[in-house]
């Protein structure tokens, strides 16, 4: 007899096949007919127990089943076929603006490691609706990956941005990764951006005891019918409210509202007093379009959202424009480039992309984004168009 158990994998038992949980907010499903061409078996919430087999045979076929489920992976949010990125994937974490890591040369790391959200607001830059593809990433793989860059950056002010194409709060190892980030004897800062729909206050008192350092809250509007329409989804301000209360008592807290011309702006006054209220800090993002996120209107010129701030910062006595310096941001010693602009590479596609046509190719450590490609395996000569920020774009040729 042996037993399977597993600490990241949950099993439900079906008619004809067993639905398999990762990381809770992921499945595929294994037929029970190639289940049984193992042994007879026991389904269990954690683990699977087959008999009349030795512990080393039953684990070789099950993880054969398993590496199959994994290419058939889904996000149970929305259906979305799912990219799992663990460090014997040859996936690199650094490339993609969606995933991993993103450097943009300062001593701010973003970190990314996951995609999908619950909520869709009117606003977003990311439409969840254009992306058929989500990624998910193997917490010590990404914990791995993000020391190196930190020890590379010869700095000691490092902070870790947990920010997602998304909500972070689905990633179920985020108490893990920040626990581990929080080791790094580089990092002073681990800050996590959030809608809060997610938290509550064990999650929260849960965070902060891992080294969480600063709750970047998105709220974008103090009344109940606007603050709904903004979340385009039901959303309960009232609770994200408590919650903000409750944060504002154990760690760092920056309120986060994006100005919506039309459509919030007289809530952003309330914001401002509800940060007052909490002793909060608070951000104001101005409005703008992306070609893939979701535009509702048109966002006014940067001189009327600087001359809006500077009236309520009269107003309010509250500090809203802001520069690098008041967020500690610095520049750092610059992560090099391993391609140029125009130069013509040759790259292995490793996974599809987030967009419809995309495909994603690795070469030298890094990922390269290839819109409207022709392949979906094997190799590929590109022409790269985008090398900003260690972000890489190319063009097949």
């Given at each position: 007899m042996a037993k399977l158990t597993f600490k990241d994998l949950s099993f439900e038992d079906k008619e004809k096949e067993v639905k398999v949980y990762f990381l809770k907010l992921f499945y595929f499903n294994i037929q029970k007919e190639d289940l049984g061409q193992i042994s007879n078996h026991i389904i269990e919430k954690?683990?699977?127990?087959?008999?009349?087999?030795?512990?080393?045979?039953?684990?070789?076929?099950?993880?054969?089943?398993?590496?199959?489920?994994?290419?058939?992976?889904?996000?149970?949010?929305?259906?979305?076929?799912?990219?799992?990125?663990?460090?014997?994937?040859?996936?690199?974490?650094?490339?993609?603006?969606?995933?991993?890591?993103?450097?943009?040369?300062?001593?701010?790391?973003?970190?990314?490691?996951?995609t999908g959200c619950n909520l869709k607001c009117i606003y977003c830059s990311v439409d969840e609706d254009k992306r058929p593809v989500d990624f998910i990433i193997e917490e010590e793989y990404l914990a791995e990956e993000f020391k190196k860059l930190a020890?590379?950056?010869?700095?000691?002010?490092?902070?870790?941005?947990?920010?997602?194409?998304?909500?972070p709060l689905f990633y179920a190892p985020l108490t893990d990764l920040i626990r581990n980030i929080s080791k790094i004897k580089q990092v002073k800062i681990i800050s996590v951006d959030t809608n809060g729909t997610l938290l509550t206050k064990q999650k929260i008192d849960e965070l902060v005891k891992a080294g969480l350092t600063?709750?970047?809250?998105?709220?974008?509007?103090?009344?109940?019918?606007?603050?709904?329409?903004?979340?385009?989804?039901?959303?309960?301000?009232?609770?994200?409210?408590?919650?903000?209360?409750?944060?504002?008592?154990?760690?760092?807290?920056?309120?986060?509202?994006?100005?919506?011309?039309?459509?919030?702006?007289?809530?952003?006054?309330?914001?401002?007093?509800?940060?007052?209220?909490?002793?909060?800090?608070?951000?104001?993002?101005?409005?703008?379009?992306?070609?893939?996120?979701?535009?509702p209107v048109k966002p006014i010129d940067f001189?009327?959202?600087?001359?809006?701030?500077?009236?309520?910062?009269?107003?309010?006595?509250?500090?809203?424009?802001?520069?690098?310096?008041?967020?500690?941001?610095?520049?750092?010693?610059?992560?090099?480039?391993?391609?140029?602009?125009?130069?013509?590479?040759?790259?292995?596609?490793?996974?599809?992309?987030?967009?419809?046509?995309?495909?994603?190719?690795?070469?030298?450590e890094r990922t390269i984004s290839i819109p409207d490609c022709y392949k979906e395996k094997g190799k590929v000569r590109l022409k790269i168009t985008r090398t900003k920020h260690n972000i890489f774009i190319g063009t097949p040729v």
């Amino acid at each position: 007899m042996a037993k399977l158990t597993f600490k990241d994998l949950s099993f439900e038992d079906k008619e004809k096949e067993v639905k398999v949980y990762f990381l809770k907010l992921f499945y595929f499903n294994i037929q029970k007919e190639d289940l049984g061409q193992i042994s007879n078996h026991i389904i269990e919430k954690n683990s699977i127990t087959f008999k009349d087999i030795s512990q080393k045979k039953a684990e070789r076929k099950f993880y054969m089943l398993l590496e199959k489920g994994f290419h058939e992976l889904k996000n149970s949010l929305n259906n979305k076929k799912t990219i799992y990125i663990h460090k014997n994937s040859g996936i690199p974490l650094i490339g993609n603006v969606g995933f991993g890591l993103v450097d943009r040369n300062t001593n701010v790391i973003e970190v990314k490691p996951i995609t999908g959200c619950n909520l869709k607001c009117i606003y977003c830059s990311v439409d969840e609706d254009k992306r058929p593809v989500d990624f998910i990433i193997e917490e010590e793989y990404l914990a791995e990956e993000f020391k190196k860059l930190a020890l590379f950056k010869e700095t000691n002010d490092i902070e870790a941005h947990i920010a997602s194409q998304g909500e972070p709060l689905f990633y179920a190892p985020l108490t893990d990764l920040i626990r581990n980030i929080s080791k790094i004897k580089q990092v002073k800062i681990i800050s996590v951006d959030t809608n809060g729909t997610l938290l509550t206050k064990q999650k929260i008192d849960e965070l902060v005891k891992a080294g969480l350092t600063r709750f970047n809250f998105s709220i974008n509007a103090i009344d109940a019918k606007i603050a709904e329409k903004i979340a385009g989804t039901p959303y309960n301000i009232e609770r994200i409210k408590e919650l903000c209360r409750y944060i504002s008592t154990k760690t760092n807290l920056i309120i986060t509202p994006v100005l919506v011309p039309g459509i919030n702006n007289d809530e952003i006054p309330k914001i401002i007093e509800f940060a007052k209220e909490l002793k909060a800090d608070i951000g104001i993002q101005n409005f703008l379009t992306y070609k893939m996120g979701r535009n509702p209107v048109k966002p006014i010129d940067f001189d009327k959202f600087y001359g809006l701030l500077k009236a309520w910062q009269d107003k309010y006595k509250v500090k809203l424009i802001k520069s690098i310096e008041d967020f500690n941001i610095v520049k750092t010693k610059q992560l090099p480039r391993p391609f140029r602009k125009e130069e013509v590479i040759e790259a292995e596609i490793v996974c599809p992309g987030r967009l419809h046509g995309e495909m994603i190719a690795a070469a030298k450590e890094r990922t390269i984004s290839i819109p409207d490609c022709y392949k979906e395996k094997g190799k590929v000569r590109l022409k790269i168009t985008r090398t900003k920020h260690n972000i890489f774009i190319g063009t097949p040729v």
